[in-house]
Every structure is written in C-alpha cells, then in structure tokens.
C-alpha cells in the first residue's frame, strides 16, 4: 500500500499566538513537509487545489515542480485537481511536463472541490459540475493518448487536429484517481475507465465509505476491469500522535475547535464515527487496520497532519510519527496478509524501476519529424 500526507494548504491562525503564517512561510513549509516525507520513507506527497482564501495551493504544478527537483523518490499528487473548472488542455500539458520533470513520478486525484463560488470564477456553472467533470475527463484523456485530436463538447471550444505537448513521458500518462465523498456518478466514472478511486473520507462515518467503495467495486468488475477486489481504491485520513492518550488529545483539542470544519463538533464523537484519529502511534495504527476489516484491501492511504492552524514544527514532528512508528506497523500487518491477486497502485514504468533498483525503460521520444507544421503544430497533409 502507498502511504503519504495531503495538504489542503489553508493558512489558519495558530490557536497558541493568535497569528497565521504567512502566504510565503505556508508555501515554504509545504516544501518542506514533502521533503521530510521522503526522508522519513513515505510514498507520496499531495497538495490541495484552492482559488480562494484563506488557502495556498492554487498553482499545484508550480509547487509539484519544486518539490520534484528537491526529492528522489517520492511520487507527486494531487488531493485534488480541478477537473471541472481547469482547462484540460491545460491539464495535460502541464501534468506531462512534471511527468518530464520529475522522471514519471507523478499521479493526479481528480475532483470537482467543494468551494462553490469557484465556478463562476472560471466561467462555469455549479449546477454542472457533474456534466463537466465527464466532459473534461473524457478530453483530457483522449489528449494523453492520441494526436491530432478533432474534437467538440459542450463547455470550450471544439479542438481541431490538436496536438498537446509534451506528450506523456515515454507515451504513458500520469494514473488518475477519481475523487468524490458523495457522488456516485464519479465512482462510476471511475469505474467505467478502470481508473483509481479515491474517497477522502476524513469527516465520514465508515458506513457511508464502504457503500461507496462498494458500488465502484461492483461497477470496476462490470466494466471488465477485473475482480471488484482488484479495484484501485484510495481512503484519506487524519492523525495527532503523542506519547499518551491524553497528552495527544490536550494538545490537538485548541487545533480541531479552531478547524473551521469542525465548527459545532464534539472531538470524541469525531474521533468516534471519522477517521480522525488522536492517540498514541499504537492506537492510530489499530484504528487504521479496521478500514481494511471493513472496505478490504486498498491501495492509498493518505493522511492529512496540518489542518486548522497547527505550527509547523508539530506538523513535521507528525510526519515523523508516521515514517518510523505508524506505517512501518500498518505495512507489517497488511503487506503480509494481502491477497496475490490483489494489485499495487500502478505507478509509471521509470518511477517503479528507480523504487525496485532495476534498469529503467529505454526513452521512447515522441517524434516531430517532418510530419507537423512548425508554425501550426497541425500534421502535414500531404
């Protein structure tokens, strides 16, 4: 299973000082959080996609990028890009060029977010958000995968023998986890493509996690994809480690009141029905084990350590907990009682000889040649 940590970037006051981070020292502790991630031997780093405060992350590329040139190893991902009101012409060149970039290390969650006002900021309507999350979906993959695309839809404007560039590193596009809570209709999107599905289901009860799970299970199987347990399924997370029971919950309690999602919650009846999960290592770690008891096995675990306004030095000191005590233990209960017939999450072919040591595949360069008109990309009739 990968392991790793999420962002959503929202630059929250501490609780302890009264005062937020800054916009530049929130960007650059993000950074730094990715590259203690690797160090401390997880899997993946994620960031948010927000267009509105008081969030951070609104360039994901542009910190995926950065972060890629300062790790190894680590894949890069999303939690979530915007499928719904980014242009995924965009899309597929910018994400084929960290691909470029960071040597393949790259995979995308996909989502339509859930701060309404963004829509209109983009010039699409809310009221659509399922309708352009296919559409753009549908597009963007076609764009990874063929040249010359002649395409029209409903919500840009129609594409004629268009060519994106670069093209997906040695012809293989970044993996797509589809991300939704609530909606149905995107894990069956999901599933319909054989693509990942994730459901960051931080504030859910394990019930409603399971029916979803559940249903892109059955529809993976239906579409041809394979047995419903070898579907590619992804769950979120959120964890507070300390010594002591106690110790962890007095200290997060200032964190999770001043959370602006948990306005009005109660922290043990959080901690009861989500996810979140505040204790020693030991009991973060038996808590975890129980989303595979009831979903099966899956592919993703992500955490989330930063939200609601806690400092970066007790972030960092989280991510710790995780690399040397909670998922070495996760990985020794799990790993060995996995199922042969169930799959790892699929990850690009240079990214998974650089983890194995082995030799990677020969580069397999996309050729111009004399086939494309320099001046309109178009290819060259003849």
Same mark, same amino acid.
């Given at each position: ?40 031997? /997880? ?38 890009? /915007? ?55 549908? /597009? ?11 395409? %029209? ?24 986890? $589809? ?28 019930? $409603? ?19 419903? *347990? ?14 002591? *029971? ?78 040397? *005590? ?6 020794? *209960? ?12 699929? /990850? ?7 983890? %194995? ?5 020969? %580069? %397999? ?18």
């Amino acid at each position: 299973m990968q392991f790793g940590i999420f962002t959503v970037g929202d630059i929250t006051t501490d609780p302890a000082t009264g005062k937020p981070p800054s916009e530049h020292q929130r960007i650059k502790n993000t950074v730094e959080m990715a590259v203690l991630a690797e160090q401390a031997g /997880l899997d993946f780093f994620a960031t948010g996609e927000h267009h509105n405060p008081p969030f951070a992350p609104s360039s994901p590329p542009t910190l995926l990028a950065n972060i890629a040139a300062r790790t190894d190893k680590l894949l890069l991902t999303t939690a979530t890009t /915007l499928i719904t009101t980014n242009d995924p012409v965009r899309l597929a060149e910018e994400y084929a060029y960290l691909q470029h970039l960071s040597d393949g290390r790259v995979d995308l969650m996909m989502g339509r977010g859930n701060t309404g006002p963004v829509y209109p900021w983009f010039g699409k309507d809310i009221r659509k958000g399922i309708s352009l999350a296919v559409e753009n979906y549908d /597009l963007l993959r076609r764009l990874w995968r063929e040249t010359n695309v002649d395409w %029209e839809g409903e919500f840009r404007t129609a594409l004629q023998d268009f060519t994106s560039m670069p093209r997906p590193l040695d012809g293989v596009p970044p993996f797509v986890w $589809h991300a939704s809570i609530r909606s149905p209709q995107i894990a069956e999107q999901a599933a319909y493509y054989g693509d990942g599905y994730l459901h960051n289901n931080i504030f859910w009860p394990i019930d $409603h996690v399971k029916k979803m799970v559940d249903l892109y299970r059955e529809r993976f199987a239906f579409y041809g994809h394979g047995e419903p *347990e070898q579907a590619i399924v992804g769950l979120g997370g959120q964890i507070f480690a300390a010594r002591s *029971e106690a110790e962890a919950i007095d200290r997060y309690t200032p964190y999770f009141r001043n959370t602006y999602v948990y306005q009005g919650a109660a922290l043990e009846e959080m901690t009861q029905h989500t996810p979140l999960a505040v204790g020693t290592p030991e009991q973060i770690v038996e808590k975890y084990l129980t989303y595979r008891d009831a979903i099966g096995d899956y592919q993703r675990q992500a955490f989330n350590v930063d939200l609601g306004g806690v400092p970066h030095k007790e972030i960092m000191k989280q991510i710790e907990y995780l690399g040397s *005590e909670i998922v070495p233990a996760l990985r020794a *209960e799990l790993e060995p009682t996995k199922p042969k017939r169930v799959p790892d999450a699929p /990850l690009h072919p240079r990214h998974r000889a650089l983890l %194995e040591g082995t030799e990677p595949p020969a %580069e %397999e360069p996309f050729s111009m040649s004399n086939e494309f008109d320099p001046l309109t990309g178009r290819k060259v009739r003849v």
